[in-house]
């Protein structure tokens, strides 16, 4: 069973910095897609950061140039380094991946996991 573990959420002020992380665990064969959403109250969940199946990098025009994404395919972890935190990126922060994975080669299957959710609170 695959699962990823999200961590390093917080409550930050105006201008702070946190670096969230995940990890993906289980019987994995390839991890295609990874990245954050994110999702505030009342909202629906967006996309943040994303690393695509064809190994392009996708950010959300919000955060360009604030928050960085990195890859580290042989611990299958991604991290989101967020700097000048505002307010409005208060949201609980979703790790996303298509991976695939099975007890074999002929067993093998393709899925979309999402991790449990870390909050990141940023005051004003």
């Known amino acids: 069973q695959v699962r990823l573990v999200e961590s390093g959420g917080g409550l930050v002020q105006t201008g702070g910095s946190l670096r969230l992380s995940c990890e993906a665990s289980?019987?994995?064969?390839?991890?295609?897609?990874m990245g954050w959403y994110r999702q505030a109250p009342g909202k629906q969940r967006e996309l943040v950061a994303m690393?695509?199946?064809?190994?392009?990098?996708n950010y959300a025009d919000f955060v360009k140039g604030r928050f960085t994404i990195s890859r580290d395919n042989a611990e299958n972890t991604v991290s989101l380094q967020m700097n000048s935190l505002k307010p409005e990126d208060t949201a609980v922060y979703y790790c996303?991946?298509?991976?695939?994975?099975?007890?074999?080669?002929?067993?093998?299957?393709?899925?979309?996991?999402w991790g449990q959710g870390t909050q990141v609170t940023v005051s004003s």
């Open positions: 996303n991946a298509d991976i695939v994975s099975g007890r074999s080669i002929v067993s093998r299957s393709r899925a979309d996991y």
């Open positions: 690393f695509t199946g064809g190994g392009t990098l």
């Open positions: 289980g019987r994995i064969w390839s991890i295609n897609a």
